[in-house]
């Protein structure tokens, strides 16, 4: 018995409309929710054409990049599950591709990650064929937990309304890290090493926090809308209470040759879908997002800081952390996608970049919408950090 | 240092614990320096405690309690609900649900003993609104700290206390150990060396009860003498005694001993009754050893050598000496060394007597024992008030060795006025698992009558005198 895919109605009309493309072959990712119970795909999104056209040909590495890129832009309980290519041909070789690039575009992501998976988690990815010509999709699935996985025939089920069904779990969490710099080498790579480390530490304290869902804290094991009617809650504000590890490894003092101190609150956000859900799943995906965005933005801090290295004074640096916005994505219900945002830049910088990475065609609409979307990625700037 | 609470008001106890992360740097090393900056980042802590996102978790439970602010659960517990009412929130292995237990388990236990209600000291992470995060380094060379301090406050639950009040003064209570490590740790600073410092309960007698106290980690006992002083003095206790020794702390109900050993079996026993009768027992804790324990078969042998190691096991438990249980072949290394055996008797099988037992405790304690003998087993009968002064005066437990077998005398039932008498023993030869239940039913630590000794046999008995010191 495979997987079976509840996908968004939307995704359907972007898929046609990508075969209707006069191109050989098309790849994509597919982006959704997996749990136990049940698959859900909300948005189909191609890779991005590049601008030096290399023909038809098939850039793996590219395919691969874009979604390392997606994937920093997807909130909590949104990942990355796998991968479409639509080809006019059936050729043998489309499946071994798909193969190849859904175990290392796993691979990529799961090397990124400073959350530890869980035994739980779904290691089914899925493979989605479209032949353009004769509309014909066949979906399968390979888990990605193992390198010998053979691919399994899945179910592919269009539905109106998938997105409109989610829940929304947010909150404001307050980071405070501090931590010394080794004496000598105090290079890039160095700094780096110590912020990924002590990044480690906090991701483990936050892994063994205690989540509280509007105030209540739930048994395992527990619905999180257990006596509830239809219908009811679609928003949890979320509070996280942590505590340090009890044991400290290491001397007590240190000479150093400095320190980095990161503070400040932040917004994270995860989404469940609202069938029958687990108040473990909803804490485990919030949880995943505060790790995720936290080490998504001190990376491009530190991308930064690379790059301007030269100009730091002896004294230290002090720099604004990349703030957060949310996008709503029209039509797809309560769900939203999220870019970052370095203090100088403008919302232009971040319309081009939804628009290049997830072919979210904000600018497209009729000019009333434009607006109203436009105002809406504003809006979020100023709200959030 | 100071909380003063009586034990018998309530017999609850609240107890909250936590980690409490400690980080500064210091860009300079002078001392004015390094003792501004360690006092300004307990300060911060002081204000972490009181602020609110301090939060207490009930261990066990589904229960969060803000104590600085004023903030529901649920309809069925708030900050008005009294402490008591707590205990029903914990979750048993039995318990399915997650609400209430009903009353009328709790009511059936009218045994007068002490309950501890365990909180876990967390910070709430969580904040209303977003701020602009920053990140900021220093590049000069410095020293930075980083290490935990181990918080840990009791108070007891004053007859209908509520939750909201009784948090408050817990609040009150780590804002004190948060002082008082400050002190200790400002007192005890070398340079840029710091120690941590670590709380300790202690459980004086009546009227003081449950007494903290804060000691560096890292400075042995034998090197805090003069900070044991003072508190003997300002509690007023008597200066051979123990009671500020850390291996004395106390042992809060339900706490697990990490090395496996079974504590204190005895207690769970019930004691004889007969006219006039008063029991004496051993004052304190002791691990029951027997034979076959730490993979070593000395089964047939090794009675005696069983018996001395429950009773050195008293002597570090009660704080008197530092070093572990002594196993066979550093008991027989002892006695080799002090010249009563061959060295050939290292590895061997060969039993040994109270003299013996007197030796190793001397040898490797440091501790002096007298030696009662008695010509036939039968005269043990008449021994009843020595063997109760004992108990009184020392009460450390006592090994006992003739016929063939060697066994630990825990205690005695004597009526001074009929001369009937009971022994309390801990038979050495038991063989099982360290199972309390089995052990108490089968009798290997159980109540015997004069006729459990071999009636013509002589028997020495070797009675450790307990080194008055503090």
Not at chain 1, 101 to 128: G, H, K, Q, Y
Not at chain 2, 200 to 226: C, E, I, K, N, R
Not at chain 2, 365 to 375: E, H, P, R, Y
Request: charged letters at 20%; one cysteine or more.
């Amino acid at each position: 018995m495979g997987r079976g895919y509840i996908v968004e109605g939307a995704v359907e009309s972007y898929l046609s409309q990508l075969c209707e493309l006069k191109s050989t072959t098309l790849t994509g990712l597919l982006i959704g929710q997996s749990s136990a119970q049940r698959d859900y795909i909300v948005l189909a999104v191609r890779t991005p054409p590049k601008e030096v056209s290399s023909g038809d040909s098939l850039d793996k590495d590219w395919v691969i990049e874009h979604a390392r890129q997606v994937s920093r832009m997807l909130p909590g309980g949104l990942s990355v599950l796998g991968v479409f290519i639509i080809t006019e041909v059936d050729g043998k070789d489309t499946q071994t591709t798909l193969r190849q690039l859904v175990f290392s575009v796993e691979n990529l992501i799961s090397s990124e990650r400073f959350w530890s998976p869980a035994d739980d988690d779904v290691t089914d990815r899925v493979t989605l064929h479209i032949n353009s010509k004769t509309r014909k999709t066949m979906c399968r699935t390979f888990d990605v937990k193992d390198p010998k996985s053979m691919a399994k025939p899945a179910d592919w089920k269009y539905q109106s309304g998938v997105c409109s069904s989610w829940i929304t779990l947010s909150c404001c969490l307050h980071i405070n890290l501090y931590f010394p710099l080794p004496m000598r080498q105090n290079t890039p790579e160095t700094m780096e090493k110590c912020i990924k480390d002590e990044l480690h530490t906090w991701a483990q304290q936050i892994e063994s926090g205690v989540c509280l869902l509007d105030g209540k804290m739930f048994p395992d094991d527990a619905d999180l809308t257990t006596g509830q009617r239809r219908n009811a809650k679609q928003a949890y504000s979320v509070q996280l209470l942590i505590s340090p590890c009890d044991q400290r490894i290491g001397d007590v003092v240190q000479k150093c040759g400095g320190s980095v101190s990161i503070r400040g609150a932040v917004h994270s956000r995860a989404y469940v879908h609202s069938t029958k859900p687990k108040a473990k799943l909803a804490e485990k995906m919030l949880k995943r997002d505060i790790i995720s965005t936290v080490a998504s933005r001190v990376h491009m801090l530190l991308e930064e800081l690379a790059t301007t290295e030269e100009q730091i004074s002896n004294f230290g640096v002090e720099l604004c952390i990349p703030r957060r916005i949310f996008c709503p994505m029209k039509g797809r219900g309560p769900l939203s996608v999220c870019d970052y945002q370095f203090s100088d830049e403008g919302s232009s910088e971040a319309t081009e970049r939804l628009k290049e990475m997830l072919d979210f065609d904000a600018a497209k609409k009729t000019s009333t919408q434009v607006k109203k979307s436009h105002l809406k990625i504003l809006a979020q700037k100023f709200q959030t950090s | 240092m100071v909380v003063e609470t009586h034990l018998s008001d309530l017999n609850l106890i609240l107890r909250v614990k936590g980690p409490l992360e400690f980080k500064c740097l210091f860009d300079k090393t002078d001392a004015p320096n390094i003792e501004k900056v360690i006092s300004q980042t307990f300060e911060g802590l002081s204000s972490d405690i009181k602020s609110d996102f301090c939060v207490f978790t009930l261990c066990d439970g589904l229960v969060v309690i803000w104590p600085n602010k004023d903030v529901h659960m649920s309809e069925d517990i708030t900050p008005n609900t009294p402490c008591e009412e707590l205990s029903q929130w914990i979750q048993t292995s039995e318990q399915e649900s997650v609400s209430k237990r009903s009353l009328k388990k709790n009511q059936t236990k009218a045994k007068k003993c002490t309950t501890v209600i365990n909180l876990g000291l967390m910070m709430e992470a969580t904040r209303p609104r977003a701020l602009q995060s920053v990140f900021a380094r220093t590049v000069q060379t410095s020293h930075f700290v980083s290490t935990v301090l181990k918080m840990d406050c009791v108070i007891c639950v004053r007859f209908g206390e509520t939750i909201q009040d009784a948090c408050l003064r817990l609040v009150e209570e780590l804002s004190n150990q948060l002082n008082e490590m400050k002190r200790v740790t400002l007192l005890h600073l070398k340079g840029t060396s710091i120690l941590i410092p670590e709380p300790f309960h202690f459980l004086l007698p009546q009227p003081h009860g449950l007494v903290t106290a804060v000691y560096p980690s890292g400075v042995p006992d034998s090197q805090l003498q003069t900070v044991r002083q003072t508190l003997h003095q300002k509690y007023d206790l008597a200066d051979d005694t123990p009671f500020f020794r850390r291996a004395n702390a106390y042992h809060f109900p339900n706490e697990p001993y990490r090395d496996g050993y079974l504590r204190n079996p005895h207690l769970s026993l019930t004691h004889p009754a007969f006219d006039n009768g008063k029991v004496y027992l051993v004052q304190g804790l002791y691990s029951y050893h027997h034979y076959m324990q730490d993979r070593i078969d000395d089964n047939g042998w090794g009675c005696a050598y069983r018996s001395l190691q429950t009773i050195c096991s008293w002597f570090q438990q009660q704080g008197y000496v530092d070093r572990s249980v002594p196993s066979h072949k550093e008991i027989q290394q002892a006695l080799v060394n002090v010249g009563d055996k061959q060295a050939s008797f290292v590895g061997s099988r060969q039993w040994i007597g109270s003299i013996e037992v007197q030796m190793v405790l001397n040898e490797l304690l440091g501790v002096t024992s007298k030696i009662m003998f008695v010509s036939q087993g039968s005269e043990l009968a008449s021994k009843g008030r020595e063997l109760a002064n004992h108990f009184t005066t020392e009460g450390t437990p006592i090994m006992i060795g003739g016929g063939v077998l060697a066994h630990t005398i825990l205690g005695v039932a004597w009526s001074e006025t009929t001369g009937e008498i009971r022994y309390l023993i801990l038979d050495p030869h038991y063989t099982g698992a360290e199972d309390l239940q089995l052990i108490t039913e089968k009798g290997w630590c159980g109540w015997k009558g004069p006729e459990f000794w071999d009636q013509t046999a002589y028997y020495n008995l070797c009675l450790p005198q307990r080194p008055k010191v503090i």
